[in-house]
């Protein structure tokens, strides 16, 4: 059984940043894709970032320049670098493993509250 363990958040001020982590029980690059989704009170969940197992990556265009995906595939890990945070970002963090003719993977969440 495939296990993801979100970290990191917590509350930071509009304009700080946060690192979230995702630590994955199996190998990252054995998954498709690796993703970053979040979701708001009252909101639907929403992706943020994804990166393949080649490497490509791809953002919502509300991060976008402000927002990084990267992963330790040593550490079997995926990260997510969030600078210049805005109020509209607070949300939970959830992670995600797809692979092909699979079910998805999904994580716990992590809240992250970005103060105005």
């Known amino acids: 059984q495939v296990q993801l363990v979100e970290s990191g958040g917590g509350l930071v001020q509009a304009g700080g940043s946060l690192r979230l982590s995702c630590a994955v029980s199996?190998?990252?690059?054995?998954?498709?894709?690796m993703g970053w989704y979040r979701q708001a009170p009252e909101k639907q969940r929403e992706r943020v970032a994804h990166?393949?197992?080649?490497?490509?990556?791809n953002y919502a265009d509300s991060v976008k320049g402000r927002f990084t995906i990267f992963r330790d595939s040593a550490k079997n890990t995926v990260y997510l670098q969030m600078n210049k945070l805005k109020p509209e970002d607070t949300a939970v963090y959830f992670c995600?493993?797809?692979?092909?003719?699979?079910?998805?993977?999904w994580g716990q969440g992590t809240q992250v509250t970005v103060s105005s």
């Open positions: 199996g190998n990252i690059l054995s998954f498709n894709v």
């Open positions: 995600k493993a797809h692979r092909l003719f699979e079910r998805d993977y």
């Open positions: 990166i393949t197992n080649g490497g490509g990556t």
